[in-house]
């Protein structure tokens, strides 16, 4: 078997000692960041994107990898015992792990979510060695207008869908594809939005962004408002499970893996639908409906959380096989390829092989490493939920300097990263989306050169896109993405405001 | 009760008539691109202008949003009603001076500062503001004890150029 061989191999790289070592400290700081409300994995591969100078290109992929992972472990503890998602993913874990938690159930929710998520991260692992190179083998077959649609559809559903308001899900995308204008265009080498400025020519650093919106701008929006905002913390009991504990886990994990490797798959963005949904269809199936929102329900927190590293796992596909983030980590994963030169798609398979199933043998390394960090030594994290606020934000501050000063060794970059976090506290503050921001800066290049591409191969003829039956699909896809969803919302509304007309009546 | 601020009017216009101010900047930009298009048909300039156009519709329709009963679907930021303005000051101060001393004092100083003035800023909004020297120095100490690992991580171990105070690479 090729595949197995093809692994074989990977393990053969990722086992290594040096690679072993940064798979470890990965999962070290992703359930770290995971732990630490105010950071996420994306601000930390962020920040640590300077290494890209240095360290080389397996090394570090396995190292972010094991970063964008492990903050999926991380985030369930903060979220049962703090009831403040670590990281978005976690929200649904944080409505009935924390009800368990302050039933005293507090280790048997940890415990769930993080054998959860190694079964979930595990089982979808094991569909990514096999999905992956199938996909490729589809994508190379895949056209300009082809994969312009299909950017098409990540923009619509990491702006339009994800949100609650399309109009600023729209005003974020276009700021993001604005941001990613600046610089040489890639196809006529002309400067464009540069203002005569030499610094400009490169464009804007990724990393600037994505530490000012998130880290700088996470910073100054708790300064500014969050002062009064006190957090009770929930205490640690042992993270053992009953028999009957397990038998109502193990379904759970294993439907919400069906539910949220798909979700991931799909340029669909993010984390958030599919633990919605598996906490939805847990709720619906359970035997112990009394338990969900009163003294908390293990399904509740058992399914999400493996629908959630499901789906994270899952975002590997279409980064790898296609070079489509469909997150903010992913998107920033992807500027760490292209820092080595390196394009995701397609062709990654055959050109950069190694480097690929090096990362993908990674992944199983370290999910039972993570399983290790995350259940035995989970007091060791909580230690790490008493750092006051106060300190924990300033010392995110000193490393936001680090990730952006470390990049380009520009003062002027400081200054503009300031900037962005008051951009940041704006946009949290009037509630607009800002993993738009970044998905369109990093796309957005890319998706411009593809269209020209499909224009130029149609002639001129923007009927291409229509013609050619992959790309017309597509775009029937992104419409019903926009359409469905209102006309679903709206039949909803119809349908409450008539039961409610016949209970009042 | 005073209004949370996000549902302000003022705030929520001017939010919009930034939007549609970048927008007319992008498009200013944009005519001055070449729309030299090769044989393909698109140009350079075809993208900036189809960014700047929808980024002025969006501008336009939020400040509609924003003068006829606000944004559509707002939820509320999280937190106070209103902004502590002293905490913000003193991180703003934090970071400003950093990226004004970094050249000079060097990473592991400079962001010490940072650490110690952002620290202030939090403390405030907590209403813990303490500035004694004694607080002072404690927190200039745990600002370096982070600053400090983590520049000779870069500079020794990963060979990443940082400014220091020296030329050693260890301050």
Request: glycine share 12%.
């Amino acid at each position: 078997m090729d595949t197995w061989n093809l692994l074989l191999q990977g393990f053969a790289t990722a086992a290594t000692p040096i690679n072993l070592m940064w798979a470890f400290v990965g999962c070290i700081i992703g359930t770290a960041v995971g732990v630490l409300p105010g950071i996420g994995p994306a601000v930390a591969v962020a920040m640590l994107l300077p290494i890209t100078v240095k360290v080389e290109a397996t090394a570090s992929m396995i190292f972010f990898a094991g970063i964008y992972y492990g903050a999926m472990y991380g985030g369930s503890t903060t979220s049962i015992l703090l009831n403040t998602p670590g990281e978005a993913g976690s929200m649904v874990t944080a409505m009935e792990g924390n009800k368990m938690a302050k039933n005293g159930r507090a280790g048997a929710a940890l415990a769930t979510a993080a054998i959860g998520s190694f079964v979930a991260g595990t089982i979808a692992t094991v569909l990514v060695t096999f999905f992956a190179p199938v996909v490729a083998e589809y994508a190379v077959r895949l056209g300009p207008p082809e994969y312009f649609m299909l950017m098409v559809l990540a923009f619509t559903t990491v702006s339009a869908v994800l949100g609650k308001s399309t109009l600023r899900g729209m005003v974020a995308l276009f700021v993001g594809l604005a941001l990613g204008l600046i610089g040489i265009d890639q196809l006529t080498a002309q400067a464009r939005y540069t203002a005569g400025v030499p610094e400009l020519m490169d464009g804007i650093e990724v990393v600037l962004i994505a530490v000012g919106l998130f880290a700088v701008g996470e910073a100054l929006y708790n300064v500014m408002y969050e002062g009064k905002t006190a957090e009770t913390q929930n205490t640690l009991t042992s993270t053992h499970m009953t028999k009957e504990e397990w038998r109502r886990s193990w379904p759970a994990w294993l439907r919400a893996t069906a539910i949220g490797f798909p979700f991931g798959t799909v340029p669909a963005g993010g984390s958030e639908i599919p633990t919605f949904l598996s906490y939805a269809a847990e709720k619906k199936l359970s035997k112990h409906k009394e338990e969900f929102g009163t003294i908390g329900a293990i399904e509740g927190v058992a399914g999400p959380e493996a629908a959630n590293n499901a789906a994270i796992t899952a975002t590997l596909i279409p980064l790898l096989t296609l070079g489509i983030p469909t997150s903010n980590t992913t998107a920033i994963l992807l500027g760490a390829f292209q820092n080595y030169g390196i394009q995701p798609g397609p062709q990654l398979f055959s050109s950069n092989g190694a480097l690929v199933w090096a990362l993908i043998a990674s992944m199983y390394i370290g999910n039972v490493m993570l399983l290790i960090l995350n259940l035995p030594l989970v007091g060791l994290w909580v230690k790490l939920l008493k750092i006051p606020k106060s300190y924990l934000y300033a010392g995110i501050l000193v490393f936001a300097t680090l990730g952006v000063y470390g990049m380009r060794q520009s003062a002027f970059d400081l200054v503009l990263l300031y900037a962005i976090g008051l951009l940041g506290v704006v946009m949290r503050r009037f509630d607009f989306p800002a993993a738009p921001v970044v998905v369109g800066m990093i796309l957005g290049p890319l998706a411009e050169a593809q269209m020209r591409n499909a224009v130029a191969i149609g002639e001129g003829k923007w009927t291409i896109f229509l013609e050619r039956p992959g790309s017309l699909t597509l775009m029937v896809i992104v419409l019903a993405v926009l359409i469905l969803p209102r006309v679903a919302r709206r039949w909803a509304a119809r349908k409450a405001a008539a039961e409610g007309g016949t209970a009042a009546g | 009760m005073t209004q949370h601020s996000s549902r302000s009017a003022v705030l929520q216009t001017v939010i919009g008539a930034g939007t549609l101010l970048l927008g007319c900047l992008l498009a200013y930009g944009a005519t001055s691109i070449s729309s030299e298009a090769g044989y393909g048909g698109v140009g350079p300039n075809f993208f900036p202008w189809v960014v700047a156009v929808v980024l002025v519709i969006c501008g336009v329709l939020c400040v509609v949003h924003a003068r006829t009963g606000g944004f559509r679907d707002l939820e509320e930021g999280s937190g106070d009603e209103s902004a502590h303005w002293k905490g913000f000051i003193w991180v703003s101060a934090g970071l400003l001076l950093n990226a004004m001393l970094i050249t000079t004092l060097g990473f592991i100083l400079s962001c010490a500062l940072c650490f110690v003035l952002a620290v202030r800023g939090f403390k405030s909004a907590e209403d813990k503001l303490d500035l004694s020297p004694k607080a002072w120095i404690k927190d200039l100490l745990i600002g370096v004890a982070v600053a400090a690992p983590v520049f000779w991580m870069f500079t020794q171990l990963l060979a990443i150029n940082l400014p220091g105070l020296t030329n050693t690479g260890w301050l």
